[in-house]
Nanobody, 123 residues
């Protein structure tokens, strides 16, 4: 089973940017779809977006379109979430996850979860 480790979270002012990274180990990462989820206090975990093994992208949250971008480097077993024009409502713990395909991400059929990284956006 793939192990996932996120990094890159932190405190940023509204309008700022952050890039999250998720490094995979212990499996064939390139064969999985990878996704970024987030969970704000008191709210359910939601799918921010996913990226297929070939680079196709799915967005799960309408409000991040045009501001967030996903990318992956299969040679480095790493997936990225570039976040720009951050808003206070983007504050959450961000989790990396893998699944067999986009449908699996959307249905929460998750093979591996990372431990999460905190993103806090101040107004």
């Amino acid at each position: 089973q793939v192990q996932l480790a996120e990094s890159g979270g932190g405190l940023v002012q509204a309008g700022g940017s952050l890039r999250l990274s998720c490094v995979a180990s212990g499996g064939t990462f390139s064969s999985y779809a990878a996704g970024w989820f987030r969970q704000a206090p008191g709210k359910e975990r939601e799918l921010v977006g996913g990226i297929s093994w070939s680079g196709g992208i799915l967005y799960g949250v309408e409000s991040v379109k045009g501001r967030f971008t996903l990318a992956r480097d299969n040679a480095k077993d790493t997936v990225y979430l570039q976040m720009t024009s951050l808003k206070p409502e983007d504050t959450a713990v961000y989790y990396c996850a893998t699944s067999r395909n986009f449908g699996g991400l959307e249905a929460r059929r998750i093979d591996s979860w990372g431990r999460g990284t905190q993103v806090t956006v101040s107004s």
